[in-house]
């Protein structure tokens, strides 16, 4: 069975850090996409950050480029997303998601991701 389990959310001053972490079970992510997307009150979700475990090539939204990093461990089937200077806009729900198409393209189309995790909180306050 295909889980994921999103974790590291939590309450954080503006200029501080948190590191995200996905836990996959029932696959492995060195083959398929992973996603970190985010869903802010009263905003649709959107992409955050995607990593393809085939090449391991990476995707960014302009507004989190140079502050997160997506990683992953496939020792722990973990993926990591690393977010450093956190602002308030950052404020959102943060789920995981997996792309078990192949091949894995690290890119935030939502309908292409089938498994989604339960999402973890992030609040930054000013």
């Known amino acids: 069975e295909v889980q994921l389990q999103a974790s590291g959310g939590g309450l954080v001053q503006a200029g501080g850090s948190l590191r995200l972490s996905c836990a996959a079970s029932g696959f492995t992510i060195g083959r398929y996409a992973i996603g970190w997307f985010r869903q802010a009150p009263g905003k649709e979700r959107g992409g955050v950050s995607c990593?393809?475990?085939?090449?391991?090539?990476?995707y960014y939204s302009d507004s989190v480029k140079g502050r997160f990093t997506i990683s992953s461990d496939s020792a722990k089937n973990t993926v990591y997303l690393q977010m450093n200077s956190l602002k308030p806009e950052d404020t959102a729900v943060y789920y995981c998601?997996?792309?078990?198409?192949?091949?894995?393209?690290?890119?935030?189309?939502?309908?292409?991701?089938?498994?989604w995790g339960q999402g973890t909180q992030v609040t930054v306050s000013s």
């Open positions: 990593i393809s475990g085939w090449d391991s090539s990476t």
């Open positions: 998601a997996a792309d078990l198409d192949l091949p894995p393209v690290a890119a935030p189309i939502e309908k292409w991701y089938e498994y």
